[in-house]
């Protein structure tokens, strides 16, 4: 059983970064996947990116080129880099431990998640 901590969240205006972190119970070597998940008032939740335990990252298309996911093994920690934030970012952000499939492209979500944490891009 892996319990998932996110922190990082927050009010940032647009333009503006953030780094959220997702703190795990157990080595992140022995999770398959993680992926990083956001959910809007209203909307359904979705994957933002995920990363393999080999380390290939997958982004969704509309973060792509702002946002960017790393691993510290030492922290068991995965971390969502988040620039340029736009208003359409808000929503609150998940972490998740599943798997992947064998090309790493598809994420499969477990039942693991953290308690989420909110991010509001307002100016």
């Known amino acids: 059983q892996v319990q998932l901590a996110e922190s990082g969240g927050g009010l940032v205006q647009p333009g503006g970064s953030l780094r959220l972190s997702c703190a795990a119970s157990?080595?992140?070597?022995?999770?398959?996947?993680m992926g990083w998940f956001r959910q809007a008032p209203g909307k359904q939740r979705e994957l933002v990116a995920h990363v393999t335990g080999d380390g290939r990252i997958t982004y969704a298309d509309s973060v792509k080129g702002r946002f960017a996911v790393s691993r510290n093994y030492a922290k068991d920690t995965v971390y969502l880099q988040m620039n340029s934030l736009k208003p359409e970012d808000t929503a609150v952000y998940f972490c998740?431990?599943?798997?992947?499939?064998?090309?790493?492209?598809?994420?499969?979500?477990?039942?693991?998640w953290g308690q989420g944490t909110q991010v509001t891009v307002s100016s």
């Open positions: 998740n431990a599943g798997s992947s499939d064998y090309s790493g492209k598809y994420y499969y979500p477990s039942g693991y």
């Open positions: 157990t080595s992140i070597f022995s999770i398959k996947a």
